[in-house]
Structures are given as structure tokens and as C-alpha cells.
């Protein structure tokens, strides 16, 4: 199961993710994602990986998805910092190939 939570303020929209980002759990991180866009204004949209149990390929994807679109991802634990920095580095590799 993966839990999103919505906190909005002033200037950002955080969707906070807890549990296990896997599939089919990792659509609804990208429905959860487009309706968080629709609804943005002038604010920024961050996502904060917390407590995360379990990430498969598919959680990965979506997650390399979202960087790769300019949403800033933040880690909280070892493990999830870990995952991140990896993704960050094929989010990058991914944009040299395209230029």
C-alpha cells in the first residue's frame, strides 16, 4: 500500500509518500502527480519520500518521471537518499543524451 498525502502552502504542494511505491501503487504516484500539476498556480511541487518500506522498477520510473519534469524529489532515510541519488544521476545521463 502507499500512502499520498497532500500539504499545500503558500508557495509549494507537497505530496508526501509513505509505504510501498510498487506497481500498481506507482500509477496512482502519476494520477496524484498530473492532478497535483492541474492545481499548482504559482506554486512549486516537491515530493517528499518518507518511510518507504518497498520501491520496485515501476516506483523508480515514475520517480525518474517526476525529476525529469523539474519536480524537486526529496529523500528522508539511508535507504530512500540512496535510491534518489541514483535516479538523479539517469534523470541526468537521460538529459545529455537528449541534447
Given at each position: 500500500?502507499?500512502?499520498i498525502?497532500?500539504?499545500?502552502?503558500?508557495?509549494?504542494r507537497?505530496l508526501?509518500?509513505?509505504?510501498?511505491?510498487?506497481?500498481?501503487?506507482?500509477?496512482e504516484?502519476r494520477?496524484?502527480?498530473?492532478?497535483?500539476?492541474?492545481?499548482?498556480?504559482?506554486?512549486?511541487?516537491v515530493?517528499?519520500v518518507?518511510?518507504?518500506?518497498?520501491?520496485?522498477?515501476?516506483g523508480?520510473?515514475?520517480?525518474?518521471?517526476?525529476?525529469?519534469e523539474g519536480v524537486?524529489?526529496?529523500?528522508?532515510?539511508?535507504?530512500?537518499?540512496h535510491?534518489?541519488?541514483?535516479?538523479?544521476?539517469?534523470?541526468?545521463?537521460k538529459?545529455?543524451e537528449?541534447?
Amino acid at each position: 500500500m502507499l500512502k499520498i498525502s497532500i500539504v499545500d502552502s503558500r508557495t509549494h504542494r507537497r505530496l508526501v509518500l509513505e509505504g510501498k511505491l510498487v506497481a500498481p501503487w506507482a500509477d496512482e504516484l502519476r494520477l496524484a502527480w498530473e492532478r497535483a500539476k492541474a492545481e499548482l498556480g504559482d506554486r512549486k511541487l516537491v515530493v517528499e519520500v518518507k518511510n518507504l518500506i518497498v520501491i520496485n522498477q515501476a516506483g523508480e520510473n515514475v520517480l525518474l518521471e517526476l525529476m525529469q519534469e523539474g519536480v524537486k524529489v526529496r529523500g528522508f532515510g539511508v535507504f530512500t537518499r540512496h535510491i534518489l541519488k541514483q535516479l538523479a544521476r539517469r534523470a541526468e545521463g537521460k538529459a545529455k543524451e537528449r541534447k
